[in-house]
T-cell receptor, first 112, second 112 residues
Framework: DAGITQSPRHKVTETGTPVTLRCHQT?????MYWYRQDPGHGLRLIHYSYGVKDTDKGEVSDGYSVSRSKTEDFLLTLESATSSQTSVYFC???????????FGPGTRLTVT | AQSVTQPDIHITVSEGASLELRCNYSYGATPYLFWYVQSPGQGLQLLLK??????LVQGIKGFEAEFKRSQSSFNLRKPSVHWSDAAEYFCAVGVRNNDMRFGAGTRLTVKP
């Protein structure tokens, strides 16, 4: 298995609070991604990174921000969590854009 | 617009029966094609991929998939399903230097 960890694995938070999810990789892959998974929608890209300090928006980026200060870490922040952001969040990595991605175990986030 | 369609939301097959999961895509460029499997509570695991060459590709766990350019399809097959194959399956399409898009998934139930 690719060396990808996500923390926390589960989180319950209240509407309006900030939340940060962490993805850590040991594969030294250039590209890192954050997806959300919701029933009936498959996986939708939130943001991705193509290098340290280099990030770009995905399909569903509103309400989310990201940061990548080191190759191995990619943070996803919900500045003010809303109930619509209740979801399972997956981090993924790849060597090149468009090539196969390897996924972390996911973080289940519940916003009450 | 770029899209990936998995027409079957849920499929039930008997153990030992053959399986075919459908995937159609709409992309302007020649895509990279992938199938992933997700067991409950787990991340996504890559089953197989197609980049170029032989249009019939073999993957892990006895799965194979065939790329048909004329039909814009990449269907996943297995000759004899095992109870452990029960999971959700995602087709994904990537384009070089661009994002990967996922289908909404097909949930497979295996009857004893």
């Amino acid at each position: 298995d690719a060396g990808i960890t996500q923390s926390p694995r589960h989180k319950v938070t209240e509407t309006g609070t900030p939340v940060t999810l962490r993805c850590h990789q040991t594969e030294n892959h250039r590209y890192m991604y954050w997806y959300r998974q919701d029933p009936g929608h498959g996986l939708r890209l939130i943001h991705y990174s193509y290098g340290v300090k280099d990030t770009d928006k995905g399909e569903v980026s509103d309400g989310y921000s990201v940061s990548r200060s080191k190759t191995e870490d990619f943070l996803l922040t919900l500045e003010s969590a809303t109930s619509s952001q209740t979801s399972v969040y997956f981090c993924a990595i790849s060597e090149t854009q468009g090539s196969e991605q390897y996924f972390g175990p996911g973080t289940r986030l519940t916003v009450t | 617009a770029q899209s990936v369609t998995q027409p079957d939301i849920h499929i039930t097959v008997s153990e030992g029966a053959s399986l075919e999961l459908r995937c159609n895509y709409s992309y302007g460029a020649t895509p990279y094609l992938f199938w992933y499997v997700q067991s409950p509570g787990q991340g996504l695991q890559l089953l197989l991929k197609y980049f170029s060459g032989d249009t019939l590709v073999q993957g892990i766990k006895g799965f194979e998939a065939e790329f048909k350019r004329s039909q814009s399809s990449f269907n996943l097959r297995k000759p004899s399903v095992h109870w452990s194959d029960a999971a959700e399956y995602f087709c994904a399409v990537g384009v070089r230097n661009n994002d990967m898009r996922f289908g909404a998934g097909t949930r497979l139930t295996v009857k004893p």
